[in-house]
């Protein structure tokens, strides 16, 4: 068990609209990175947060967005929902922000489904 | 630019075969790489990474990989596979766009037979 815990498991959209998905780190760890992952793919960087500062950000759109908390806990918000945003949308976390600080922990991960 | 690539979509092996799931990477500098399981319903595990150093790397449930930069290969190798090795493995190597943001492969599904 990871400690890394999100909400909700699942949910179904409708296009057009917007979703707010929630990540609890593990404890101790200062920065969070989201994921996509489509079915039959792997998981695409969507940004990392550290100290509640985006500080990275992979190839996506800017109606995908986030937060981070005082926590350390994430949100990820994904407004005018498109079918293609249909996906397993992974949490994951980490002790530092640096490259090679070590080992990222995921959750289980949000199954959104856009219809 | 960089990615990974997982030669093999399926790979189905008997229990108690040996393993060897392939990855070949592109990047410019010094990789960092990683093998991650991930079974049904569950996030992603650390099966093991390399950063530097003994190009051999052990990792959990006695899996290892070998990194080899002629190659630009970071194959994972089992001597003997468990049923309960069935799952979906992705490498994945270090992003340049965040400290610890990762490129992953699109993953190698294997199905142990009895």
């Known amino acids: 068990e990871t400690g890394v815990t999100q909400s909700p498991t699942h949910l179904i959209k409708t296009r057009g609209q917007q979703v707010t998905l929630r990540c609890s780190s593990q404890?101790?760890?200062?920065?969070v990175s989201w994921y996509q992952q489509a079915l039959g793919q792997g998981p695409q960087f969507i940004f990392q947060?550290?100290?509640?500062?985006?500080?990275g950000r992979g190839n996506f759109p800017p109606r995908f967005s986030g937060l981070q908390f005082p926590n350390y806990s994430s949100e990820l918000n994904v407004n005018a929902l498109e079918l293609d945003d249909s996906a397993l949308y992974l949490c994951a976390s980490s002790l530092g922000a640096a490259r090679g600080t070590g080992e990222l922990f995921f959750g289980e991960g949000s199954r959104l489904t856009v219809l | 630019a960089q990615s990974v690539t997982q030669p093999d979509i399926h790979i189905t092996v008997s229990e108690g075969a040996s393993l060897e799931l392939r990855c070949n990477y592109s990047y410019g500098a010094t990789p960092y790489l990683f093998w991650y399981v991930q079974s049904p319903g569950q996030g992603l595990q650390l099966l093991l990474k390399y950063f530097s150093g003994d190009t051999l790397v052990q990792g959990i449930k006695g899996f290892e990989a070998e990194f080899k930069r002629s190659q630009s290969s970071f194959n994972l190798r089992k001597p003997s596979v468990h049923w309960s090795d069935a799952a979906e493995y992705f490498c994945?190597?270090?992003?340049?766009?965040?400290?610890?943001?990762?490129?992953f492969g699109k993953g190698t599904t294997l199905s142990v037979s009895s």
């Open positions: 947060y550290y100290r509640e500062e985006e500080n």
């Open positions: 994945a190597v270090g992003a340049s766009q965040a400290g610890t943001a990762l490129i």
């Open positions: 404890s101790g760890h200062n920065t």
